[in-house]
C-alpha cells in the first residue's frame, strides 16, 4: 500500500486544520479546486481532502518547514530536523497498516552522512558510470555491475555481508517450477537489484521481474533495474506498475539521494529523496533560496557579498547546461572540491577565471565578468549550505523559465519581510497579460503592416532602439519575458527581411543574425538589493536563451547553420540600468513602454507596514488625497511618465476598480489622456497573496482599434472600456445622497484581543465566567459567526463600556472588567502612542482606552435606540441580510443598517442593491466589501405607494421565514442554505428572493426590460440633481407620510442571544 494512501484523510485534515485560512485558499488555488465557501477554513480543507487525485506529497513541498514541523508534531512523529524533505517524508512514511509488510530492519542506527560524504559518493558514482560506458559484458556481467555500484556506497566487492551477489530464487512460471537469476537481493532491507541485457527495454523486462518479486519472502519494497544504459526504481509500497524514478545511468550521480537503502549507515524508514533535476523546478528554487537565507544569517554584515555569491552560483549553473562553460564543470567542481574540502578554493579560482579577460593559453573558461564577477566573492560553506548548492547545479538549467526567478526571490524573503513590501512574484502567463497587448501586439502589427524592404529595416530600427521599464521589477521576470518577446519579434522581422535577395550573400545588405536586441534598452527599479542584483543575472540568462533559440530557427530557415559570433559573452553590465531604490521617489529612465507588477499593500494595511511619514510622503508627492492600495501610486506615476503614445501595462488588485482607488489610479489614467485598450477585469491570484487583481494596458493618446476586456472566461471586443472594467453602466460619476448619510456603518473595531472573552486562540482575553452577569460584558456579532449560525446559541463575548466617558466612570461601571482592561489593554497602547514610529491614532485612543479602538459611538448610540438592525456580513460572498437584535456589539466584521422595518429590509435585501454593492463596493479575493460609497450612493423609490411598501414588507417577512424554515428542517446555517439553493431549477428560497425582487421593481417604478445599474444610475443623479435645488428626497426608511410603526411594515423577528448572555 502506498504510504500516501496510507496518510489517511483523517490524518491530511489534521495536517490541513493546522493551517490559515488564507494559506489553505493559496493551496487550493495551486491545485484549482473548487471550494464552497471562501470564507470558511472547514470548506478548504474539505475540497482538499475530498481531491482524491490531488498528490499529496506535491502539495507538502509546498508548505514552510514550520508547518511540516506542525503536521508531524501532529500526527505523533518525530519533529526534529532542518530539512522540509526529511519532515515531508516522515509525514508520508507514518506506520502501515496491519496488512503492510513489515519493513526492514538493521542491528544499528549511525548517525546521518554528511555532505562531504554525499560529495564523495556522487564523486564515485561519476566513475562508476565513466567505467561503465558500453556496459559490462559476459556471464558476470550482473552481478560485475551490482558489486561495483555497492562499492560506490562503501561496501566491499563481496557486498553487504547479509546481502547474496548473484542469487538464485525459485519461482513457478507457466506451472512449473524454475529458477531465476538475479544481480543482488538482499532480504533485510527487502531490496531487489537486477541487470538485464543493453538491448531490452525496461518496461517489457518490469513484466516479467514484478511477477518474480511477488513470489519472494518478503516481497521486496525497493527494486532497481537496469540494462546499463537507463535506471528504474521501483517502490512496491506506493506503485507496482509505475516506477518511482526513471533516469539514464549517466544521471545516476544527480540521483545518489533516492538509492539510500545502498548506504552502510541506511536507517529504517528513511525513503528516496527525489529532485527532479531535469529541469529547473520551485523545489530547486527552494534550494537556492535556502542557501541565501543559510549565508545572510551566518554573515549578517556580508550580506552584499551574500547576494553576489549567490548570484554568481545561478548564473555559473545556468552556464554550465547552456554551453558557456564546459558540461557540469560547476558541478563536478562542487563534487571533487567537498570530497578533499576545498571547496572554497576551487570556486575562487573558477569565478577569477570568469572575471579575468587575458588568460595565456587555452582556457576552458571564458570571460564572463558583466559586473557580477569583476570582483568576484566567495564564502565558505558549511555542510548543509553545500549539499543544497549542489543538488541545485545537478537540475538542468538549460530551459529555466522566468517563474523560476520569482520563487527565487519571494523564497529568501520571510513573511514579515514579503507583508511590508507586498512583493509577490507573477506568473508566465499573467505575465504575458501584460506584455502582450503592451508590448508584443503594437510591434506584430507594425511588422503586419510593412511590405516593403524599406518599410521592414524601418521597423527594425525602431524595434532595436525601444525601451522597456518595470519599476517594481523584482526578479526580473518581466523584463525577462518583453526581452523575450521583443527578441521573438526581431527574429520574425529578419525572416521577412531575408526574403528579400539583397539581403543574402556577402554584401553590405546582408543580414547578421547575431544582432538584435541588446539588454541595454530594459530599466528596472526595486527596493530590494537582491531582487536587483538578481534581475541583472536573470536578463543576461534572457539573452542567451534568446539567442540559441534564434540560432535553431536560422539554421532550420536557411538549411544549413549560419554562423555568428555568439553575443552572450561577455555578459552586460546593467549597474545603471537596474537600480536599487524606492520606485515612487526616484527618477525614472525616458522608456517607450513600461509593465510590471507593483507591490500589494491594502489602504487598511499601508500605514501599519510603512508608517505615517511615509504614508504622508507619498500623498503630497503623487497628489493623491486619502489612503489607497500602493499599487495605486505606480499606475499614477507611469501615467505621469509617459510620453504621447507610450504605453503601459500594470497588475493590480480588483480594488483599483471601485471607490477612492479607482479614482487614484483609472480614473487619473483616463483624466489625462490615457486609454485603457486591454484589461482584465478580475482574477483569482495564482500565486501566495489572497486576492482578486486586475490587470490593465493603457496608451497615452488614442487607440488605434478595438479594444479588449477579459471578465471570466469570456473576452469581449468593445469600442472603449470604462475604467469599472465592466460591461455595462459605468457608475463611476455617481453623486452622494445626503438623505443616506449616518445610517449605516461599519461595526465596532476593538483594537486588542483582550476586549473579547478567552479562547484557545485568544489567551489575552478574560474569562467569561468570572465576568458573566457584568452589565458591561455584551455578546459579540461577527460576519463569521452570523453566517455558521452560532450567534443565536453560542457567540463569543466583549466588554463595552462606550457609555463610560471618564476613566472613573468606567472603573466603576466595569469594575473586574475595568481591571482586566487596566492590566492587558493600556499598558500596550500607552506604549503605542508614546512610540515615534507609530500614528496620532494611539493618542487619541489612550484618552479612552477602556473603549474600543472605533466604537462608532455615535452611530451606534443612535442606532441601539431600536429593537434590531439589519447587519450582512462584509465582505460576503452572497447577498445575506438579516435583522439582528442590538443587544449584540457588532464588530467591524458586519455592516450595519440603523433600519428596523420590513420595508428597509426588502430594499436592501433585493437584488437591485446587491447589483449596485457588487458594483461600487470592494473587492476581496471573490467577495465583495461593503463599503459607505455603496450606501451612500444608493437611490431609494423616491414615490412608493402604501401598497407598494407594504408588499415589499411583506415579500421580506416571507423570505426571512423560508429561510427560518429550510434551515430548521435541515439543520443548515445561513451559509449551508444558500450554499444548498445553488442549483439548477425551482428553490424555495430562489422563488422567494424572486418575489421579493418583484415587489422592489414595482416600488421604484422600474420599466420592464431596464437594466438594473442603468436605472439605478440615472435615479442616483436625479435624486442627487433635487437635493442640490432644495427638493425634499426619500432616504432610507418608511417613506414620508406614511405611520412608521403600521403593523403592515414592522414586527419584531430578529437574531437574539441565548438566554446566558447580559442583555
Known amino acids: 500500500m502506498s504510504s500516501e494512501l496510507r496518510l489517511s484523510p483523517k490524518n491530511r485534515r489534521a495536517i490541513l486544520e493546522l493551517l490559515p485560512r488564507d494559506r489553505l485558499a493559496a493551496l487550493a488555488a495551486h491545485f484549482e479546486l473548487e471550494v464552497a465557501d471562501r470564507r470558511s477554513t472547514t470548506a478548504h480543507v474539505d475540497a482538499i481532502v475530498r481531491k482524491r487525485t490531488l498528490d499529496f506529497a506535491a502539495l507538502l513541498a509546498l508548505l514552510t518547514r514550520d508547518e511540516l514541523k506542525a503536521g508531524c508534531e501532529a500526527l505523533g512523529l518525530d519533529a526534529t530536523g532542518r530539512e522540509k524533505a526529511v519532515l515531508a517524508q516522515r509525514i508520508l512514511g507514518e506506520p502501515a497498516e496491519a496488512e503492510d509488510p513489515p519493513a526492514a530492519s538493521t542491528s544499528s542506527a549511525p548517525p546521518p552522512p554528511d555532505a562531504n560524504h554525499h560529495a564523495a559518493l556522487k564523486s564515485k558514482l561519476r566513475r562508476f558510470v565513466l567505467d561503465t560506458a558500453g556496459g559490462y559484458r559476459g556471464r558476470d556481467a550482473a552481478t560485475t555491475f551490482a558489486s561495483r555500484l555497492l562499492q560506490c556506497f562503501g561496501w566491499p566487492e563481496a557486498g ?56 519472494l519472502d518478503p516481497v521486496p519494497q525497493y527494486v532497481v533495474l537496469t540494462n546499463q544504459r537507463d535506471v528504474h526504481l521501483y517502490d512496491l509500497g506506493r506503485d507496482r506498475e509505475t516506477p518511482r524514478l526513471t533516469i539514464s545511468l549517466d544521471d545516476l550521480p544527480k540521483y545518489s539521494e533516492a538509492f539510500p537503502f545502498l548506504a552502510p549507515n541506511w536507517l529504517p524508514g528513511t525513503t528516496p529523496t527525489i529532485i527532479n533535476v531535469s529541469k529547473v523546478s520551485g523545489q530547486v528554487a527552494d534550494l537556492v533560496a535556502r542557501l541565501y537565507r543559510s549565508l545572510k544569517e551566518q554573515h549578517p554584515k556580508r550580506e552584499r557579498d551574500v547576494v553576489q555569491f549567490t548570484l554568481q552560483c545561478i548564473l555559473t549553473m545556468f552556464a554550465e547546461d547552456i554551453g558557456l562553460l564546459p558540461q557540469e564543470y560547476f558541478t563536478s567542481l562542487l563534487y571533487d572540491g567537498a570530497r578533499s574540502g576545498d571547496v572554497e578554493r576551487r570556486l575562487g579560482e573558477l569565478f577569477r577565471l570568469m572575471s579575468t579577460r587575458d588568460v595565456p593559453g587555452a582556457r576552458a573558461v571564458p570571460f564572463f565578468n558583466g559586473g557580477l564577477f569583476t570582483n568576484p566573492v566567495t564564502l565558505p560553506l558549511g555542510e548543509a549550505q553545500l549539499g543544497a548548492l549542489t543538488k541545485a547545479s545537478e537540475a538542468n538549467w538549460k530551459y529555466v523559465e522566468p517563474h523560476i526567478f520569482g520563487s527565487v526571490f519571494q523564497g529568501i524573503m520571510n513573511d514579515a519581510e514579503r507583508h511590508k513590501s507586498g512583493a509577490h512574484y507573477t506568473a508566465l502567463d499573467d505575465i504575458m497579460r501584460v506584455v502582450g497587448p503592451t508590448i508584443v501586439e503594437p510591434w506584430r502589427q507594425r511588422i503586419r503592416d510593412a511590405k516593403t524592404l524599406a518599410e ?31 527578441y521573438r519579434l526581431d527574429t520574425e522581422l529578419l525572416a521577412r527581411i531575408r526574403e528579400f535577395p539583397s539581403t543574402q550573400g556577402q554584401g553590405k545588405g546582408k543580414i547578421s543574425w547575431g544582432v538584435g536586441i541588446q539588454a541595454s534598452n530594459f530599466f528596472g527599479i526595486d527596493i530590494n538589493p537582491f531582487a536587483v542584483e538578481l534581475a541583472k543575472v536573470t536578463l543576461n540568462i534572457a539573452k542567451k536563451i534568446a539567442f540559441d533559440e534564434r540560432r535553431e530557427y536560422a539554421a532550420d530557415l536557411a538549411g544549413q547553420l549560419e554562423l555568428e559570433v555568439d553575443p552572450s559573452l561577455p555578459l552586460d553590465n546593467l549597474d545603471k540600468n537596474i537600480v536599487c531604490a524606492d520606485a515612487l521617489f526616484t527618477d525614472w529612465p525616458e522608456v517607450d513602454a513600461i509593465v510590471g507588477n507593483p507591490p500589494f499593500l491594502g489602504d487598511r494595511k499601508i500605514r501599519g507596514e510603512l508608517g505615517t511619514i511615509y504614508l504622508d510622503r507619498l500623498q503630497h508627492a503623487l497628489g493623491v488625497e486619502g489612503v489607497v492600495d500602493l499599487c495605486c501610486y505606480w499606475f ?20 483599483i476598480r471601485v471607490g477612492k482607488a479607482r479614482e487614484a489610479s483609472l480614473d487619473y489614467i483616463v483624466g489625462n489622456r490615457g486609454t485603457i485598450t486591454n484589461a482584465v477585469s478580475s482574477r483569482l491570484w495564482p500565486g501566495d497573496a489572497a486576492l482578486n487583481v486586475s490587470m490593465v494596458n493603457w496608451v497615452k493618446g488614442a487607440p488605434t482599434g478595438p479594444c479588449s476586456l477579459v471578465i471570466g472566461d469570456h473576452v469581449f471586443e468593445v469600442p472603449s472600456i470604462a475604467t469599472h472594467l465592466q460591461i455595462g453602466a459605468d457608475v463611476s460619476s455617481t453623486i452622494k445622497i445626503v438623505a443616506n448619510k449616518n445610517s449605516s456603518a461599519m461595526g465596532v473595531i476593538f483594537g486588542a484581543d483582550a476586549f473579547r472573552a478567552w479562547s484557545p486562540k485568544n489567551e489575552s482575553g478574560f474569562v467569561l465566567e468570572k465576568l458573566r452577569g457584568d452589565p458591561c460584558v455584551r455578546p459579540v456579532a461577527t460576519g463569521d459567526d452570523l453566517l455558521r449560525g452560532l450567534l443565536a446559541s453560542s457567540p463569543d463575548f466583549c466588554i463595552y463600556m462606550v457609555d463610560a466617558e471618564t476613566e472613573q466612570a468606567a472603573a466603576r461601571l466595569g469594575r473586574a472588567a475595568f481591571v482586566h482592561l487596566k492590566v492587558h489593554v493600556y499598558p500596550m497602547i500607552k506604549g503605542r502612542a508614546e512610540s515615534s514610529g507609530e500614528t496620532h491614532h494611539y493618542e487619541r485612543w489612550l484618552r479612552t482606552w477602556w473603549q474600543p479602538r472605533e466604537p462608532s459611538r455615535r452611530f451606534f448610540s443612535a442606532a441601539m435606540l431600536a429593537s434590531r438592525v439589519i447587519v450582512c456580513s462584509s465582505p460576503q460572498a452572497r447577498p445575506i441580510f438579516v435583522f439582528l437584535s442590538t443587544k449584540f456589539v457588532p464588530t467591524n466584521t458586519l455592516q450595519v443598517f440603523a433600519c428596523d422595518d420590513d420595508y428597509s429590509f426588502g430594499i436592501i435585501q433585493s437584488d437591485l442593491h446587491w447589483a449596485w454593492t457588487k458594483a461600487k463596493g470592494g473587492k476581496v479575493r471573490a467577495d465583495i466589501r461593503y463599503t459607505n460609497e455603496v450606501w451612500t450612493t444608493f437611490p431609494w423609490p423616491q414615490e412608493p405607494t402604501e401598497h407598494e411598501v407594504a408588499a415589499v414588507a411583506a415579500a421580506g417577512r416571507n423570505l426571512r421565514q423560508v429561510r427560518d424554515t429550510l434551515m430548521k428542517d435541515n439543520g443548515w446555517s445561513l451559509r449551508a442554505l444558500y450554499q444548498a439553493s445553488e442549483v439548477a431549477g425551482s428553490h424555495p428560497l430562489k422563488d422567494a428572493q424572486a418575489a421579493l425582487d418583484d ?8 420599466p420592464a426590460g431596464a437594466g438594473p445599474l442603468e436605472f439605478l444610475l440615472e435615479l442616483n443623479q436625479l435624486v442627487a440633481e433635487d437635493e442640490a435645488e432644495g427638493r425634499q428626497v426619500q432616504g432610507p426608511g418608511v417613506p414620508r407620510g406614511m405611520d412608521p410603526r403600521d403593523p403592515r411594515w414592522i414586527s419584531d423577528d430578529c437574531i437574539e442571544p441565548p438566554p446566558l448572555g447580559n442583555g
Not at 524601418?458 to 532595436?464: D, I, K, N, S
Not at 415587489?999 to 422600474?1006: E, I
Request: one cysteine or more; aromatic letters at 6%.
Open 456 to 486: 521592414l529595416l524601418e521597423v527594425r530600427t525602431g524595434l532595436l532602439s525601444f525601451r522597456v521599464l518595470d519599476p517594481a521589477c523584482g526578479s526580473g521576470n518581466f523584463l525577462y519575458v518583453a526581452f523575450r518577446e521583443l
Open 999 to 1006: 415587489a422592489v421593481r414595482r416600488a421604484y417604478g422600474m
Open 160 to 215: 553487504p555481508p547479509d546481502a547474496t551477489l548473484g542469487a538464485s530464487v525459485a519461482v513457478v512460471e507457466a506451472a512449473q517450477r524454475a529458477k531465476r537469476d538475479v544481480a543482488l537481493l538482499w532480504n533485510a532491507r527487502r531490496l531487489l537489484l537486477d541487470v538485464v541485457k543493453h538491448d531490452v527495454m525496461l518496461d517489457y523486462a518490469w513484466k516479467e521481474l514484478l511477477r518474480v518479486c511477488l513470489q
Open 636 to 655: 499614477r506615476r507611469a501615467h505621469d511618465r509617459l510620453s504621447n503614445g507610450g504605453r503601459a501595462g500594470l497588475v493590480g488588485t480588483s480594488g
